[in-house]
């Protein structure tokens, strides 16, 4: 195999001398075949002693690692080869996904549209009969047996009004007016909003309100929407009985304020979860609920540059964080 002439320089007397004075193991040399070629090997050896102790000779083993190397190299190639299909497949998914989110928020951009088209045109019209049927009201006695007919009129069209200015909030999304304001003070402002209603009566509302929070840059009729419309859930979902619990602190090394809302009642179904910022998603029977409270919610939200999430457990009840960036100083 290996011309004495061709021997590579590693494979010299030094080496050989190495065979006489002790074993060597897998000692991994290049041998010059012939024609050129390079042959990778290992060298084992052995050697023979008589019962004196003397070298009477050497048993040395070369192994020939042209095919082992070719199956490591074939190895690593296929290794990298499917990786590379990995990296691919992730990247495929990515896209996939990528396309979805913007067929996805197409979608909502076009209902949003319809929306704002639909309640337009229907918003005037609204208005005549509201007016038409105020006055009408006035010109009936008060044991008049008509009257209560047209106060439902009048009480079915405000409803309706009502859903027209959810549908146009939802549809202009108006940028927010942002001026520095005390979060804390607008979730005050919300509760007392709310909580003489009748859905309120038997709720038990903890603030735990830190007290010396940084300002937001915010909107303040725009945030006492969007927290209106989480409190209002969570009393829905209590059905007007249990606990809620509304908390503010500063997120530690981070500029932005923190909002739980949290509520023990009926809880969220994982498969709602992800569909509850849509509009028009509900569970509500049909005329309790547009399904636009928590689209509106999050549009807000965004505007203000921050998030919200939910957590919930079916039969425990739901928080809904929000988070907000603090008013930057010098700006
Ligand atoms: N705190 C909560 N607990 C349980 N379910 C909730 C809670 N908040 C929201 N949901 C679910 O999310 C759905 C969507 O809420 P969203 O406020 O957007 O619409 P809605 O309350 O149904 O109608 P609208 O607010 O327009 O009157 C609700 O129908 C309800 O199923
Ligand atoms: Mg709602």
């Not at 203000?304 to 988070?323: R, Y």
Request: aromatic share 4%; with cysteine; net charge neutral.
């Amino acid at each position: 195999l290996a011309s004495p002439k061709e021997k590579r320089r590693p494979f010299n007397g030094s080496y050989l001398s190495k065979f006489k004075e002790s074993s060597i193991q897998d000692l991994e040399i290049d041998f010059k075949s012939k024609s050129g070629e390079k042959i990778p090997m290992t060298l084992s050896s052995s050697v023979m002693r008589n019962s004196e102790g003397e070298i009477i000779g050497v048993i040395g083993v070369a192994r020939d690692l042209r095919e082992t190397k070719w199956l490591l190299a074939e190895a690593a190639a296929t290794e990298a080869e499917r990786a590379k299909a990995q990296e691919l497949e992730r990247a495929y998914k990515e896209l996939k996904d990528l396309q979805s989110q913007l067929i996805h928020s197409e979608r909502l951009a076009c209902i949003g549209q319809l929306a704002a088209g639909v309640a337009h045109e229907i918003n005037n019209p609204l208005g005549g009969i509201l007016v038409y049927s105020h006055l009408l009201v006035e010109d009936l006695n008060v044991d008049d047996s008509k009257r209560a007919n047209v106060e439902r009129i009048i009480k079915e069209a405000t409803r309706c009004k009502d859903i027209v200015k959810r549908l146009l909030d939802f549809a202009r999304q108006p940028q927010p007016k942002v001026e520095p304001t005390g979060i804390n003070v607008v979730l005050e402002e919300t509760l007392s909003l709310v909580k003489d209603q009748a859905l309120f009566h038997n709720i038990k509302i903890t603030k735990k309100f830190q007290p010396s929070l940084p300002n937001i840059m915010g909107d303040r009729s725009q945030l006492q929407q969007a927290f209106m419309n989480i409190i209002l859930n969570a009393a829905e979902a209590m059905e007007g009985k249990g606990s809620l619990l509304i908390a503010t602190d500063a997120l530690p090394d981070s500029q932005f304020l923190e909002i739980t809302i949290t509520d023990n009642g009926c809880g969220i179904p994982p498969e709602n979860i992800k569909r509850l910022f849509e509009p028009f998603f509900t569970t509500k029977k049909a005329g309790h609920g547009t399904g636009l409270g928590l689209a509106i919610t999050a549009g807000i939200i965004e505007r203000h540059n921050g998030s919200i999430e939910v957590k919930s457990k079916v039969g425990e009840g739901a928080t809904f964080t929000i988070k907000l960036p603090m008013e930057t100083k010098g700006k």
